[in-house]
């Protein structure tokens, strides 16, 4: 045999890519492994079944504006004479916008064609409060209570929920987004405090528990169980391809986010199915109210250091052609500077796509920056179109309306 | 009596059991009529104190199971009759100074505050000249934030040990529902006083009528600043509140138009508060007509919840929410509309509502037994209750026991509440949910960091620095990859924002009551002994029938009786290491 069995291999064979103790042998190709995935989710309608989508989330409210800098406006020198990012410094990508100084990342990937901007998105009565208005961007449904994620809603019209791990979310607690109502994300934070408590033979007794896969009268109480079952599978799986996983990509100063985004491209290594991840920034970091230049300029970054590293390390493992990631904010902030060298909550920002199929371009029309609505930018592009655009353009499930609850277009930033 | 023996007549006693429930399965099922005497046991006395509180020991089950199903559903709904004056009063630090109310909206709100007027929060700033001018203004903005922020756990604490301790254990079982259903969170509230006035609000109200509380939530300082209805004002309306009063607290989405948002929200314009007081600004409140879901006239708050009432929608609204909290996830639309109707006709007395679905024989269909899924607050408190806790342990620290899965009393994720149901388990959450029983049973007192009196190490290390000697400026810089920036920021402002966080936390630490910290105060040997189990079968069947809603597959059984064989039945350590077993199996996470 040829194949380089690594232990990953085995063990994505094992536990994910053909179900364990069939006896099959391990030496499927990682093409065949995913093809027996797909018969085993039964969803050989799927267009694209091994598309991946990673949502990444700046919690806070980013300044739109100090990010993909207007600089071709006067009005935006205007609107911020201290902390405006001078012309010369701008990291430019056409007469009129460019990147932020620290966002060397980005510039490299808009260059490469790997990176679509879109403009100006937002919705309509928008929210200035970032729990309403982060929670509008979870759901996709504005001024409303809905009470699944988009995401969650997502895997509930479109994947199928006997399989496991369709859906990763990386962080302490679940994201609304993600909120789903047939399937179970896993979550995590620390892989290495994803496990079981106990001594060993505690341990060996609770892996063993409902083991009996017979399905009993109790609908609920078989959703525990096979949960359970996968808590126990995936927090070994999750462990091991994390703490095995080596790369010689950058990924940049060791902070959450990059270190979320790593641990995004070791479970793909490691053939993990799932379709969704998601990564947030923790608590509001991007709330630059106060002298928020050496802050923003960190986070911007740390960010596209991360993003950079991810593409490129995806790359690496020969996994370009399968995954796509979208980076949003709940809001951008006011055009004018406050007093206190910082911005206060806004309204329209940029969304970004990233990957090998993305139509790198600048996409929607820009906001004005003097036709204002209180003093905060006028949205351009409904954010759903971006969802929409990820959902149909990128994953292939045509009917975005259900999911998202009324029609979008979409933007033809997918080749 | 031999072993083989005794498990036969156990197993026939499971089928008998079973039996019963399953013959009762096709007819049961949304059947609101009320189940007869001779269809009431222990089974179903059980069922009914784990959904209308939290649980009970086999004592309290016996009881219950003792009395007709009626008396025994009146004795937990009737709990006014019950004297609960034995249930503690939340004991306040007392850290709101003079001065401080209203509380600056943000830093920068104090800072300009400080500028403007010489003083902010009570303290006044340095005289010209002096470094860092507006360093107490800004140190006491963080003291007020930290202080709150411990306040609120500590509230978190007082509720949970009155969940667990009270003799009405309906009453807070229902506080806990409005909760979610009004929710509200200290997060952006950031005032425990509001959120401990809103708590007894809702527990006033709670078994009463829907008007009491939605007049009293309207009116609620912690819903109006939560829902910026304080930013409701004539000329600008703000639709948060009327939006919400229609979609998530009476008629659920669809039932209305837009219009009827826009009107509701002029109908509230300027009921806010000036901090504890509701007021109503005239200045800033509409007088003009409005028309609302088909009623016009200048109608003003009061007015908008009367004609919300009118509506069938809302009864068939709340009562399914109702129902969905005491039942199941799911509800028939007969039995929507059937409940909807009785509720809206008893002028919404939440009390008959309940009576009615905790006698229906659906309450105790197979649909309804044992199919909930427990959220972390009842998956808690319920089981110090059947361990025979008396009071609530602080070591582990409850907030954070919860607070990891997924639930934070007066920190709902958003004003949609909990969602509840499936949505509490991730694989990560149910191992979580198994692991914190071992933090209780074998507690690390030793090892234990309250979060209360907890700094992040960012802060500590300014405390250690300034200790040794730094100056500000040199105790404040972030090691070697910040310093710069930080340097800058210490020249460049009069106040530096490290030192005042450090300053705040340590006078939050000095001002607030401690949580008194206390591991569970149990004995399983006393426990086992009682029930004269002495075997590793008996025992494992103790615990089974005593934590379990659902019979442990033979399998788990014989696993758990493994486990116990050759270990002595009057170790203390291994009945604590069984129970954290059997905590922990999924069938555990059911009620």
């Given amino acids: ?415 | 009596m031999s072993r083989s023996s005794r498990r036969f007549l156990c197993c026939l006693a499971a089928a008998a059991g079973l039996g019963a429930a399953a013959a009762a399965a096709p007819t049961w099922t949304d059947d609101l009529s009320p189940i007869a005497a001779a269809d009431w046991n222990a089974e179903r006395a059980a069922h009914l104190v784990e959904r209308a509180g939290f649980g009970g020991t086999p004592e309290e089950i016996q009881h219950l199971a003792l009395l007709t199903p009626q008396q025994a559903v009146d004795s937990l709904v009737d709990y006014q009759k019950i004297d609960n004056s034995a249930a503690p009063a939340f004991e306040a630090s007392g850290v709101w100074d003079a001065g401080m109310d209203p509380f600056p909206p943000s830093r920068a709100e104090a800072v300009r505050l400080g500028r403007e007027h010489g003083e902010a929060l009570g303290v006044k700033v340095l005289p010209d000249g002096s470094p860092r001018r507006l360093q107490p203004v800004v140190d006491k903005f963080f003291y007020g934030l930290r202080a709150n922020s411990i306040e609120t756990q500590r509230l978190g604490v007082w509720w949970a040990n009155r969940m667990l301790t009270t003799k009405r254990p309906l009453e807070e079982k229902l506080t806990l529902f409005w909760h979610g259903h009004f929710a509200t969170g200290d997060a952006k509230v950031r005032d425990a006083r509001m959120m401990l006035r809103q708590n007894e609000m809702l527990r006033r109200h709670a078994e009463g009528r829907l008007r009491d509380l939605l007049v009293g939530i309207l009116e609620d300082p912690a819903m109006l600043v939560y829902l910026d209805n304080g930013e409701n004002v004539k000329k600008h309306p703000n639709e948060n509140f009327g939006r919400e009063l229609l979609e998530l607290f009476t008629m659920g989405v669809g039932r209305y138009t837009e219009r009827d948002v826009r009107e509701a929200a002029r109908a509230f314009t300027g009921w806010t508060n000036d901090v504890l007081q509701f007021k109503v600004d005239k200045e800033q409140h509409d007088f003009g007509d409005k028309t609302f879901l088909g009623r016009t006239g200048p109608l003003d708050g009061t007015d908008i919840i009367d004609t919300i009432l009118n509506q069938d929608a809302t009864g068939e609204f709340v009562a399914a929410k109702i129902y969905k909290y005491f039942v199941r996830d799911e509800i028939s639309p007969a039995v929507k509309a059937e409940l909807g109707r009785g509720f809206k006709t008893s002028r919404y007395e939440v009390r008959s509502t309940l009576k009615r679905i905790f006698l229906s024989k659906d309450f105790y269909s197979p649909a309804s037994m044992a199919t909930q899924i427990k959220s972390p607050v009842v998956l808690v408190i319920s089981t110090y209750k059947k361990v025979g806790l008396r009071e609530l342990p602080t070591v582990p620290d409850f907030g954070r026991l919860t607070g990891g899965l997924g639930q934070t009393l007066f920190d709902p994720p958003n004003v949609a509440g909990w969602a509840g149901g499936r949505t509490w388990i991730t694989p990560a959450t149910l191992l979580q949910r198994g692991n914190l029983f071992r933090d209780v049973l074998f507690a690390d007192a030793k090892n234990f960091r309250a979060p209360d009196r907890l700094m992040p190490g960012t802060y500590a290390r300014v405390g250690e620095n300034i200790a040794k000697g730094m100056n500000i400026t040199e105790a404040t810089k972030e090691g070697t990859g910040d310093a710069e920036s930080n340097a800058q920021v210490d020249r460049d402002e009069d106040y530096n924002t490290r030192y005042a966080s450090y300053r705040g936390y340590l006078m939050a630490f000095e001002r607030t009551k401690p949580i008194p910290r206390r591991v569970a105060d149990l004995s399983l040997t006393s426990m086992i002994a009682a029930a004269h189990a002495n075997t590793a079968e008996a025992i494992v069947d103790h615990f089974a029938k005593r934590f379990l809603s659902v019979p442990l597959s033979a399998k788990d059984r014989a696993a758990f009786v493994e486990f116990m064989r050759g270990k002595s039945v009057t170790s203390e350590p291994a009945l604590r290491e069984l129970l954290y077993l059997v905590l922990s199996a999924p069938e555990y996470q059911l009620s």
Wanted: aromatic share 10%; net charge neutral.
């Fill in chain 1, 1 to 415: 045999m040829t194949c380089s069995c690594s232990r990953r291999d085995f063990l994505a064979r094992g536990l994910y890519g053909i179900g364990l103790g069939t006896g099959l042998p391990v030496f499927l190709s990682r093409t065949s492994a995913a093809l027996t995935a797909q018969a085993l989710q039964g969803t050989s309608m799927e267009r694209h079944p091994e598309r991946i989508l990673v949502v990444l989330e700046l919690s806070g409210g980013n300044d739109g504006l100090n990010t993909v800098v207007p600089h071709g406006d006067p009005a935006y020198y205007r609107a911020r004479p201290h902390i405006g990012v001078p012309v010369r410094e701008v990291l430019k990508v056409s007469d009129h916008f460019g990147f932020h100084p620290s966002m060397v990342g980005f510039e490299r990937l808009y260059k490469d064609g790997r990176m679509a901007i879109v403009h100006g998105c937002g919705y309509d009565h928008p929210s200035l409060s970032h729990f309403s208005s982060m929670s509008y961007w979870h759901t996709g449904v504005p001024n409303a209570g809905e009470a699944l994620g988009w995401l969650g809603r997502l895997a509930d019209d479109h994947l199928d929920p006997a399989t496991r791990n369709l859906i990763v979310n990386i962080g302490t607690s679940q994201s609304l987004a993600v909120r789903s109502g047939k399937h179970s994300p896993l979550v995590f934070d620390d892989p290495a405090r994803f496990r079981r408590d106990g001594t060993d033979d505690e341990k060996h007794v609770l892996a063993a528990l409902g083991g009996d896969s017979a399905k009993s009268s109790n609908s609920t109480l078989d959703f525990l169980a096979a949960t359970a079952r996968n808590a126990t599978d995936s927090s070994d799986f999750v462990r091991q391809a994390s703490a095995s996983y080596r790369t010689p990509v950058d990924y940049g100063i060791g902070n959450a986010f990059g270190g979320g985004l790593q641990r995004v491209a070791a479970l793909i290594n490691a053939g993990m199915k799932t379709r969704l991840y998601y990564v947030a920034y923790q608590g509001n970091a991007f709330d630059t109210h106060v002298q928020q230049g050496d802050v923003h300029s960190r986070l911007l970054m740390y960010t596209a250091d991360a993003v950079r590293a991810f593409l490129d390390d995806i790359a690496r493992i020969g996994r370009a052609d399968d995954v796509a990631v979208m980076m949003f904010t709940e809001f951008g902030r006011r055009v004018e500077e406050n007093g206190s060298l910082g911005t206060d909550h806004g309204t329209a920002t940029p969304m970004f796509l990233f990957g090998k199929h993305v139509k790198g371009a600048l996409y929607g029309q820009p906001p004005s920056l003097t036709d204002l609505d209180d003093g905060n930018l006028k949205m351009t592009t409904d954010f759903r179109r971006v969802y929409a655009t990820a959902i149909k353009e990128w994953l292939g499930y045509d009917d975005t309306d259900a999911v998202l609850k009324g029609r979008f277009d979409t933007l033809a930033a997918f080749t």
